[in-house]
C-alpha cells in the first residue's frame, strides 16, 4: 500500500495513519478499538440501526454512527467520552427495557450478544423501565421458531433472508414502538416462503430465533428400552461441535462425538458421511446417465434442504434438473430401516433413526411425507449440532477429555469424499471423483478440485472425462444459487452439473452450528475457514478418497441394492419434488396481462 | 426552426386567446375556490349554483376554479372581478350566499358588504 | 352613479419603509382628505413587491398602475392628476411586473397579505389549476424554455446556486450546492424527486401548492432535469390527497400534450417526462431517504447518509431530491434571476417562505412572507392576534418535531438559523399559535404521540427513546410524575437528538426539550405540586359546582358514573371520588356553574 495516500486521523488524541475508503468502525478496529456494535454485521449491508456503534467527530453537532461514516484525513475522532458513554449506555437499556428479563431461563443465557453488551455497558440499574411489547411465539415452522419479544430488531436477520439467502422471508412490519420482524402477511412459518436454513438464528443477536427444539423428547426416547437407538451425524458436524464446547473452531471431534453419544444411550452411531458416498454413488451415476442423454442438463444438487424449498418455490419450472437422489441423511435412515434392520433382523418399527446435524431445515426434511420407507417415517427426529452439544453438556459427558470411539459398521465406513460434503464445492468434487472413474474406467490422479474450493459466492470449473469438457459450477448460500439459477434458466447449456448449498460456506456454516464465541461474530469467515480446513484434513488423512472405493459401499451394493440406479435404489434412495406455492408467491404458469 | 423560448411565447400567445375565447373579458369574472380545504367546507355545492346559473343563462359571466389562496378560515371564497373595479372576494359562501351574490351582485352589481373578506 | 371606489396598496417592505413609505401613507391620507376622496378609498399596505431598487413603491386599483420611487413631494399630484383627473402620472408609472404581483392585483388589498409575498404561491388561488392555459398566460414554462434556449446546465445550476435557496422541507439545505453535487455525477440515468409527502399535522403547504398551481411544479422539476442530465421525474405524493394527485397527474398529461413534458421538449435535445408515485401516508417517508425505499417497493425507513442520494439514491443511481416548495421557487429563480431573488429575505436565508397557520389566531391560512419576517408580524399583523381575548402563550414552529417558543422570541426573525438559536426549527412550515389555555406539558405530550406513532422503528433511540418519554409525559400529566422526571426526560431527550438516525428522530425531542427550557415551571408544577395552571390535564383538575347551580339537574343526567346528586332546584354538588374528569357536566351547564379547580 502506498503510504503517502494514507488518510490521518486521530482517535482518542492519538494519531493513526489509515487507508481512505474504509468506514471509521473499520479504522478503529485496525488500530485497536472494538467500537461497541449490534446491528452491524460484515456480510450483511449497513443498517445504522442500532445507534450502539456512535462515535464523536470534532465539528459534528450530532453523535455519528461509525459503521456507516467514512474516514477522511484529519478527523478527529473520539470513542469514549462521558457523553458518549452515557448516550450508548442509555442505547443499550433501551434496548433491555423492551425485552423480557428472563436471561436465567433463556436457551442463549451465556451466548446473547446482547448479555455481553449490557454487561460491558455497565448497566446496573434501569432508568426508564415501562412497558414492553408482546407478540405471539411463532411455533409453527418445522425448523425455526420465531419469538418476537426478544427481537431488539438490529434487522440482521431481515438482512440474512434477503441480502444472502434472497428468500424475502422475513421484514419489519407495523411502526414505531409496535415494530416487529415478521414473514410477509404475517403468515405462520409453516405457511411463509421460509427455507427453514435457520441463517436467521446464527445471525440474530439474542434468542428471538432459536431452532425448534427436540432434545427433551430425544431424552425421553433414550431412556426407552423398547427403542433401538440408532444415531448418524453429519460431516460438518464434527468440525464444529468443539466451538460449543470452548474450543477453537476448526477442531474434528467425530471420535468425540461418537464417544459422547454412545454414552447419551445410542444403541448403534453411524455415519452420515457413508450414506454421503451412497449419495456420491447414486447421484454420480445418474449424472453420467443424463450426460449420455438420459435426462435432462444441468444436473443440480439436491442434498441441501433448504435449497430443495427455496427451488420448490422459486424454481418450480426447473425441477427437472434437480437429481432425484436423496439427501445422505434420508439415505443413512433408509438403509438403516431396510438393510441395516434385515440384516440384525430388527423390527424396523422398533428402530429410532436420529440424526445430528448442521442444520435446521433437515428437521423439515425429516418430516416430509414423500420420504417415508415403507410407510415408516425414515428419519425420527433430527437434532442440531447446538442441541446435541447442549445434550452432551446436560447429561455430564466430559465431551472435551472423552476418549476417541469409533462409529459403527456396516454404515460407519465412509471416504474422505463422504467428509468433504459439508463444505461448498465438496459434493461437486466427490461427484467428479467417482464419476471420472465411473466413465472413464481410468483413475483420477488429481482428485483435488482446488477451483471450487473457497468462498466465493459462483465458483465455476471446467473438467475433462473421456475428452468431452464438463463445465461446473458451485454456490453456497441461497442468494448465490439464486445467480447460478437465473444463469442456467438463461442458457441451460451453460454448465453440466451444479452444486448448490444453501447455507454460507456449505453446511460447515448450517443454521444449526454452535453459536459465535464471545470473541467472534456469527458466521466469521476465519471460522469457517477452519471448520472447511478440519473436513478438507479429514480427507486427505484417509487412505480411501473415493466413494467407490469405500468397501462397505461396495457390500451394499453387493448384498442389497445390486447397482446404482437400480430399481431397489429408485425405491429406497430417490424422491421426487413438487412445486410450492406459498401465499405471495405466483405461479409461472401466472402471466400479467 | 423557433428557439424553445420562442416557441413558448407562440405557445403563450394560443393560450391567452383560448382563455379570450372562452369569455375572459366578459365584464364578471367569477372564481371559486376548489382545493380540497374549500372543498370541504362546501365549495363544490357553491360551483354548482354557479354552474347552474350559467347554464340557465346567466351569460357574460366568466366561470372558473381557483386554488387555496390561504383564507382557511373564511373558505369557501368567491371571487368576482369586474373590469375596471377592485376584486370583491367574497368568504364563507354556502348556497345560499351563492344564489344570494348571483341575485344581487352578478345581476344587480351591489357588493354585498356584510361577506365581503377584506 | 356611485364613484368607482379606489384602492391604494403602499408596499410595506422593508426596502420601502426604509426609504420612507410609511410617511408617504400619512402624507396620502391627507391629500384624499383635502379631496373628500377619504371615503372612498382604502389604503393596504401590502408585503414586499420584489421592486425594492425602485422604491418606495405606490400601486393605485382599479387599473393596477404601479409608481416607483414615489416620494412625499409626488404625493399631491398623483392624488389631483389620478384620482381626480383620472390622469396617472406617467412620469412614475413603471414597468417592472414580477410574476407574483398578479397575485396582489386581486389579493394585495386585504390586511391578511399585508406582510406576505407571493412568490411560490404567485399563482395559487388566482388561475384555474386545471387549465394549462391559465399557467401559459402567466408566462408558464416560460423560465424552461429559457434555460434551454439561453442557459446550460451549468449556468442553470450557477443561478441556482446564486440564488442562495434553501431546500423548504425543513434542513434548509443549500438547494444549489445539491444540484451541484448530483450534475457533478456521472453515472446514468439520474433521477429527479419531488418530495410530496407533506406528513406533519395541520401543515397543507405542499397541498396547496399542488391543487393550487400544479404546473410551477412539474416546470421546477423539467428545469431540474435539465440541470443535472436527467429524463426520468417522480413525483411522490401521499394517497390522501386525492385532489393534488388529480390535477398534478392532469398537469403532467397537459404539458406533454403540449410538448412541454416528453420526448424533445419544445424542439430541443431535452427529454424529461414524470411520473408519479402514491405513498401510502407514513410520515417518515418525508424523509429523502426513507421516500426512496418507498419508490422502490421497500418499507419505508431511513438509511444512513452517506451516501447522499446525490451519489446514490432511487435504484442506487444519482437523484435530486427536493421539496415542492423549493420545486415552486425554481421557475421565478430562473425567470428573474437570482440577483432578484437574493434581495429577498436574510443574509442566510434568502426567498419566502410558506407556513400553515393554525391554532389559536384570528385568521388561521396558507400565508407566504419573505424570510426575516418576525414571528409577532405573523402572528399579529397576518393572523390577526390571538382570539377571544385570550393571552398569547407560545408558538411552535416546524410542525410535530419544532420547538415551542414563548413570548420573549416572538420578536424572531423567520430564518433557518434565528429559529435553530431560539430552540426550534424551521421544519417544513407548520406554525401553531397556542395560548393561554393550552398546558405545555400536555402540549409536549401531544406532539411526541404523534411521532412516536409515527417512528419507521428502525433505530433505537427514536423506537424506544420517545416511547420511554412518552411514558413519563402521560405519567406527568396523569398526576404521577415524580422528582428526576424532568430529567429522565432531558436525558433521553438529548440523547436520541444526538443518536437518531433521521432528521425525524433527531428532531422528535424537540417539543419536549423546548418546553421544559421555556416551561420548566409547568413541568415543576404538575410533578411537585399536581398542578395543571391551564387546566387542561383533566387528572389534575376537579370540577366544582357554584352558586350560579339553578338546581336543574342535567349535569346530574349526563354523569356517565353517577358522581353528581342534588334535588331539583337546589344547588348540586360532585362526588370527588366518584368523579372520572369526563367534563361532561361541565360541557352540558347552561349557567356556567361549574368551575373548573
Given at each position: 500500500m502506498d503510504n503517502t495516500k494514507k488518510l490521518t486521523i486521530t482517535i482518542n488524541d492519538k494519531e493513526y495513519k489509515v487507508d481512505p475508503g474504509q468506514t471509521i468502525m473499520q479504522a478503529a478496529d485496525k488500530c485497536g478499538y472494538h467500537i461497541p456494535r449490534l446491528c452491524y454485521h460484515p456480510k450483511l449491508s449497513i443498517e445504522g440501526a442500532c445507534r450502539v456503534c456512535i462515535v464523536e467527530v470534532e465539528g459534528m453537532k450530532n453523535f455519528v454512527a461509525s459503521c456507516c461514516y467514512p474516514v477522511?484525513?484529519?478527523?478527529?475522532?473520539?470513542?469514549?467520552?462521558?457523553?458518549?458513554?452515557?448516550?450508548?449506555?442509555?442505547?443499550?437499556?433501551?434496548?433491555?427495557?423492551?425485552?423480557?428479563?428472563?436471561?436465567?431461563?433463556c436457551e442463549r443465557d451465556g451466548n446473547c450478544e446482547l448479555q455481553r453488551l449490557v454487561y460491558s455497558m455497565g448497566i446496573r440499574h434501569r432508568h426508564f423501565v415501562g412497558e414492553r411489547k408482546h407478540y405471539e411465539k411463532d411455533l409453527s415452522g418445522a425448523s425455526v421458531i420465531r419469538d418476537p419479544?426478544?427481537?431488539?430488531?438490529?434487522?440482521r436477520c431481515v438482512r440474512m433472508c434477503s441480502e444472502v439467502q434472497g428468500v424475502h422471508c422475513l421484514t419489519q412490519a407495523h411502526r414505531g414502538f409496535n415494530t416487529v420482524v415478521m414473514p410477509a402477511y404475517n403468515m405462520p412459518f409453516a405457511e411463509s416462503v421460509c427455507s427453514g436454513c435457520g441463517q436467521c438464528i446464527n445471525v440474530c443477536p439474542t434468542a428471538s430465533f432459536v431452532e425448534k427444539n427436540y432434545t427433551q423428547e430425544l431424552f425421553e426416547k433414550l431412556n426407552d428400552k423398547s427403542v433401538i437407538k440408532v444415531a448418524q451425524f453429519a460431516p460438518s458436524v464434527r468440525a464444529a461441535i468443539g466451538e460449543g464446547f470452548g474450543l477453537p473452531a476448526g477442531r474434528n471431534m467425530e471420535g468425540q462425538?461418537?464417544?459422547?453419544?454412545?454414552r447419551l444411550g445410542f444403541d448403534y452411531v453411524f455415519d452420515t458421511q457413508f450414506a454421503a458416498d451412497l449419495t456420491i454413488m447414486e447421484e454420480g451415476s445418474e449424472f453420467l446417465e443424463r450426460l449420455q442423454g438420459n435426462g435432462p442438463l444441468p444436473l443440480i444438487t439436491s442434498c441441501s434442504s433448504a435449497w430443495m424449498k427455496y427451488v420448490e418455490q422459486f424454481y418450480p419450472d426447473m425441477l427437472d434438473h434437480i437429481s432425484t437422489a436423496k439427501s445422505p441423511m434420508s439415505m443413512a435412515s433408509a438403509m438403516i430401516k431396510t438393510y441395516w434392520a434385515d440384516k440384525m433382523k430388527i423390527d424396523p418399527k422398533k428402530i429410532l433413526s436420529v440424526a445430528t446435524m448442521c442444520?435446521?431445515?433437515?428437521?423439515?426434511?425429516?418430516?416430509?411425507?414423500?420420504?417415508?420407507?415403507?410407510?415408516?417415517?425414515?428419519t425420527d427426529l433430527v437434532v442440531t449440532t447446538r442441541e446435541m452439544a447442549w445434550m452432551i453438556k446436560s447429561a455430564g459427558i466430559d465431551f472435551v477429555n472423552i476418549k476417541e470411539e469409533k462409529?459403527?459398521?456396516?454404515?460407519?465406513?465412509?471416504?474422505g469424499a463422504g467428509a468433504i460434503f459439508g463444505v461448498t464445492g465438496g459434493v461437486m468434487e466427490a461427484a467428479v471423483r467417482t464419476a471420472y472413474e465411473l466413465y472413464t474406467g481410468e483413475t483420477l490422479i488429481d482428485i483435488e478440485l482446488t477451483d471450487i474450493r473457497g468462498f466465493k459466492g459462483v465458483k465455476e470449473a471446467k473438467v475433462v472425462i473421456d475428452g468431452k469438457e464438463i463445465r461446473l459450477a458451485v454456490a453456497h448460500g441461497l442468494g448465490n444459487a439464486h445467480k447460478v439459477m437465473e444463469m442456467v434458466r438463461k442458457d441451460r447449456n451453460r454448465f453440466h452439473f451444479v452444486e448448490v448449498m444453501g447455507c454460507p460456506g456449505g453446511c460447515?456454516?448450517?443454521?444449526?452450528?454452535?453459536?459465535?464465541?464471545?470473541?467472534?461474530?456469527?458466521?466469521?469467515?476465519?471460522?469457517?475457514?477452519?471448520?472447511?480446513?478440519?473436513?478438507?484434513?479429514?480427507?486427505?488423512?484417509?487412505?480411501?478418497?473415493?466413494?467407490?472405493?469405500?468397501?462397505?459401499?461396495?457390500?451394499?451394493?453387493?448384498?442389497?441394492?445390486?447397482r446404482p440406479l437400480s430399481e431397489k435404489s429408485h425405491e429406497l434412495l430417490h424422491t421426487h419434488y413438487k412445486a410450492k406455492l406459498p401465499k405471495g408467491i405466483v405461479s409461472p404458469e401466472l402471466k400479467i396481462v | 426552426m423557433p428557439t424553445p423560448l420562442e416557441l413558448i411565447k407562440k405557445k403563450r400567445a394560443e393560450a391567452v386567446s383560448r382563455i379570450i375565447g372562452k369569455g375572459y373579458l366578459s365584464t364578471k369574472r367569477v372564481y371559486v375556490g376548489m382545493a380540497t380545504c374549500e372543498i370541504a367546507a362546501g365549495s363544490k355545492d357553491v360551483m354548482e349554483v354557479f354552474q347552474k346559473a350559467v347554464s340557465r343563462g346567466l351569460t357574460d359571466v366568466y366561470l372558473s376554479q381557483k386554488g387555496c389562496a390561504g383564507r382557511c378560515n373564511l373558505e369557501p371564497t368567491v371571487e368576482v372581478i369586474e373590469a375596471g373595479k377592485s376584486p370583491v372576494k367574497y368568504g364563507k359562501v354556502d348556497k345560499d350566499r351563492a344564489q344570494q351574490i348571483i341575485e344581487r351582485h352578478l345581476k344587480n352589481g351591489e357588493i354585498i358588504k356584510e361577506w365581503v373578506i377584506d | 352613479m356611485t364613484a368607482t371606489p379606489f384602492r391604494i396598496i403602499v408596499c410595506d417592505g422593508t426596502s420601502c419603509i426604509n426609504k420612507g413609505s410609511r410617511k408617504l401613507t400619512a402624507l396620502l391620507r391627507e391629500q384624499l382628505d383635502k379631496h373628500g376622496l377619504i371615503e372612498r378609498t382604502t389604503i393596504g399596505l401590502s408585503g414586499c413587491l420584489g421592486m425594492c431598487d425602485k422604491g418606495p413603491i405606490l400601486v393605485v386599483n382599479p387599473g393596477y398602475t404601479i409608481y416607483g420611487h414615489v416620494t412625499e413631494a409626488d404625493i399631491p399630484e398623483i392624488v389631483e392628476e389620478h384620482l381626480v383627473n383620472n390622469r396617472p402620472v406617467a412620469r412614475l408609472v413603471i414597468q417592472e411586473d414580477h410574476l407574483y404581483n398578479r397575485f396582489f392585483r386581486v389579493f394585495g388589498d386585504a390586511k391578511f397579505f399585508g406582510k406576505q409575498m407571493r412568490v411560490t404561491l404567485?399563482?395559487?388561488?388566482?388561475?384555474?389549476?386545471?387549465n394549462i392555459d391559465d399557467y401559459l398566460s402567466l408566462r408558464g414554462y416560460e423560465a424552461l424554455a429559457k434555460a434551454i434556449t439561453e442557459m446550460t446546465p451549468e449556468q442553470v445550476v450557477d443561478e441556482v446556486e446564486k440564488s442562495g435557496l434553501r431546500g423548504r422541507g425543513g434542513a434548509g439545505f443549500p438547494t444549489g450546492r445539491k444540484w451541484r453535487l448530483t450534475a457533478k455525477e456521472k453515472t446514468t440515468p439520474k433521477y429527479v424527486i419531488c418530495n410530496a409527502d407533506e406528513g406533519d399535522p395541520g401543515a397543507f403547504m405542499d397541498r396547496s401548492a399542488i391543487e393550487g398551481d400544479p404546473h410551477t411544479i412539474v416546470e421546477g422539476m423539467a428545469i431540474g432535469g435539465y440541470a443535472i442530465g436527467s429524463d426520468h421525474g417522480v413525483v411522490y405524493i401521499r394517497a390522501e390527497y386525492p385532489l393534488a394527485i388529480k390535477r398534478i397527474q392532469k398537469a403532467i398529461e397537459d404539458a406533454r400534450a403540449h410538448g412541454l413534458l416528453g420526448k424533445n421538449i419544445l424542439g430541443s435535445n431535452f427529454s424529461f417526462d414524470i411520473e408519479i408515485r402514491l405513498g401510502a401516508g407514513a410520515f417518515v417517508c418525508g424523509e429523502e431517504t426513507a421516500l426512496i425505499h418507498s419508490i422502490e417497493g421497500a418499507r419505508g425507513m431511513p438509511r444512513p447518509r452517506p451516501p447522499y442520494p446525490a451519489v446514490s439514491g432511487l435504484f442506487g443511481k444519482p437523484t435530486l431530491i427536493n421539496n415542492v416548495e423549493t420545486w415552486a421557487n425554481i421557475p421565478v429563480v430562473i425567470l428573474d434571476g437570482a440577483n432578484w431573488f437574493k434581495t429577498i429575505g436574510t443574509e442566510t436565508s434568502k426567498g419566502t417562505k410558506v407556513f400553515a397557520l393554525a391554532g389559536k389566531v384570528v385568521n388561521t391560512g396558507l400565508i407566504e412572507v419573505p424570510m426575516g419576517t418576525t414571528l409577532r408580524e405573523i402572528i399579529y399583523d397576518v393572523g390577526g392576534g390571538i382570539p377571544h381575548g385570550k393571552r398569547f402563550k407560545s408558538v411552535q414552529t416546524g410542525g410535530p418535531s419544532g420547538g415551542c417558543l414563548p413570548e420573549k422570541y416572538l420578536d424572531t426573525p423567520i430564518d433557518y438559523e434565528s429559529l435553530a438559536k431560539a430552540g426550534s426549527i424551521m421544519g417544513s412550515g407548520g406554525m401553531i399559535v397556542i395560548d393561554e389555555d393550552a398546558c405545555m406539558v400536555d402540549m409536549a405530550r401531544f406532539f411526541l404521540e404523534f411521532t412516536q406513532d409515527e417512528s419507521c422503528g428502525k433505530c433505537t433511540p427514536c423506537r424506544e427513546g420517545t416511547k420511554r418519554m412518552l411514558e413519563i409525559l402521560i405519567r406527568i400529566t396523569e398526576g404521577k410524575g415524580k422528582p428526576g422526571d424532568i430529567e429522565n426526560l432531558e436525558r433521553l431527550g438529548s440523547m436520541i437528538k444526538k443518536s437518531a438516525l433521521c432528521g425525524l428522530g433527531q428532531s422528535a425531542p424537540n417539543p419536549v426539550l423546548s418546553t421544559i427550557k421555556n416551561f420548566r415551571e409547568e413541568y415543576e408544577e404538575h410533578i411537585n405540586e399536581k398542578k395543571c395552571r391551564a387546566k387542561a390535564c383533566k387528572h389534575l383538575i376537579s370540577y366544582e359546582i357554584g352558586d350560579k347551580c339553578i338546581g336543574c339537574g342535567a349535569c346530574r343526567r349526563v354523569c356517565p358514573v353517577g358522581a353528581i346528586s342534588g334535588s331539583p332546584k337546589t344547588k348540586h354538588s360532585i362526588d370527588k371520588d366518584k368523579c372520572i374528569h369526563c367534563g361532561l357536566c361541565f360541557n352540558t351547564c347552561k349557567f356556567e356553574a361549574i368551575a373548573k379547580v
Open positions: 477522511a484525513d484529519g478527523m478527529k475522532i473520539r470513542t469514549n467520552t462521558k457523553d458518549l458513554r452515557q448516550a450508548r449506555r442509555d442505547i443499550v437499556e433501551l434496548l433491555v427495557d423492551n425485552h423480557p428479563e428472563d436471561c436465567h431461563t419479544d426478544k427481537c431488539i430488531l438490529c434487522g462425538l461418537v464417544a459422547a453419544m454412545r442444520c435446521t431445515a433437515k428437521k423439515y426434511e425429516a418430516a416430509r411425507p414423500e420420504l417415508d420407507v415403507h410407510g415408516m417415517r425414515a462409529p459403527d459398521s456396516p454404515l460407519g465406513l465412509s471416504s460447515i456454516g448450517g443454521g444449526g452450528q454452535p453459536y459465535a464465541t464471545a470473541n467472534s461474530i456469527p458466521l466469521d469467515e476465519e471460522s469457517l475457514k477452519l471448520r472447511a480446513q478440519a473436513l478438507y484434513d479429514l480427507d486427505r488423512s484417509k487412505t480411501i478418497r473415493r466413494s467407490h472405493d469405500n468397501p462397505d459401499i461396495q457390500r451394499l451394493y453387493r448384498e442389497f441394492l445390486g | - | 404567485r399563482n395559487c388561488g388566482i388561475i384555474d389549476p386545471e
